[in-house]
């Protein structure tokens, strides 16, 4: 199970809520506390998560998630609707780059993700979820933009009004109406703004790159955890080890990488091993047919 489904299942589907895309993330300027101890306790994962939820109407929601000294509980920090989601920045539009920065109403922060790849998934499906949250916000009778909804807010705001002759048939009122009900209408929500971000992220057709940077999280992930797995310290003289010298399995990835790495090891040896063999028999093979030969020939004569 991938990190994704485990911190939809501990964070997200108790409030019933469902994960539609999570990044890890670093400070890109990390905020610095003086009279705070620095040290391992302190260490933690960031997490930005992009959910929605499942009862109607639908809420997008953005939730920074930690993950405390590598323990295995999540812990939810902050969250965010998208009304508050200001501006998404991809900070440079020519090329694969992992910084972005999240604007909200009273928030401004920037990230940097763990490859590339991961943040252009990130940015991708944020990109589509809030396009889709809008237009549905659209579309809802009476709901954001539309004229009905704001007659309606009208009549609900000023109960006691009487509708003046020129009114009816579809005329608006008086001045002192219009202004009346240009007070009721509040400001209407900006939607979220996307600036800096590639065109092949931010356009329709873009599932063959949605796949292509899928894939790339695939194998940078393999490669970190085969890279971390060799630069690991050996077992210390404290740690107890296993009966064939090797370390205890654990549920990481690293862990898995290191059995597959090993399995292949293995299997390269004993194919070594027969290919020597053979090339023995072979040479063995070819020594007794020149022996028979030669003696064909002796007693041939």
Not at 89 to 105: H, R
Not at 146 to 156: C, E, H, L, V
Request: aromatic share 6%.
């Amino acid at each position: 199970m991938n990190i994704q489904s485990v911190i939809n299942r501990e964070v997200f589907a108790p409030r019933d809520e469902r994960i539609l895309v999570a990044v890890e993330v670093k400070r890109r300027k990390r905020k610095k506390v003086p009279f705070l101890p620095t040290g391992g306790k302190g260490e933690y994962m960031t997490y930005i998560c992009l959910s929605v939820t499942n009862k109607r109407p639908a809420q997008l929601l953005i939730t920074k998630v930690k993950q405390f000294g590598g323990s295995a509980p999540f812990t939810r920090r902050s969250q965010w609707s998208v009304e508050q989601l200001r501006q998404v920045d991809g900070i440079d539009p020519n090329k694969d780059c992992p910084e972005f920065d999240l604007v909200f109403d009273n928030a401004f922060d920037q990230w940097v993700a763990s490859s590339a790849a991961e943040k252009c998934i990130f940015i991708q499906i944020m990109y589509h979820a809030c396009q889709t949250y809008w237009e549905g916000k659209e579309r809802v009778p009476g709901g954001l933009g539309s004229p009905a909804g704001d007659q309606q807010k009208d009549q609900r705001a000023s109960p006691g009004a009487q509708v003046s002759p020129g009114s009816q048939g579809g005329q608006r009122g008086g001045p002192g109406a219009q202004a009346r009900r240009k007070s009721t209408v509040g400001p209407r929500p900006r939607q979220t703004e996307f600036v800096n971000c590639q065109s092949k992220l931010t356009g329709d057709a873009c599932t063959v790159n949605l796949v292509i940077y899928r894939c790339k999280v695939f194998f940078n992930r393999m490669k970190k955890g085969m890279v971390s797995k060799q630069s690991s310290p050996q077992v210390g003289a404290g740690h107890r080890a296993s009966p064939s010298g090797q370390r205890p399995p654990g549920g990481s990835m690293g862990s898995v990488v290191q059995r597959a790495s090993q399995a292949l090891q293995e299997r390269g040896e004993r194919l070594g091993r027969a290919e020597n063999q053979t090339v023995d028999l072979m040479h063995k093979a070819q020594q007794f047919a020149d022996t028979a030969h030669k003696l064909a020939l002796k007693y041939s004569n």
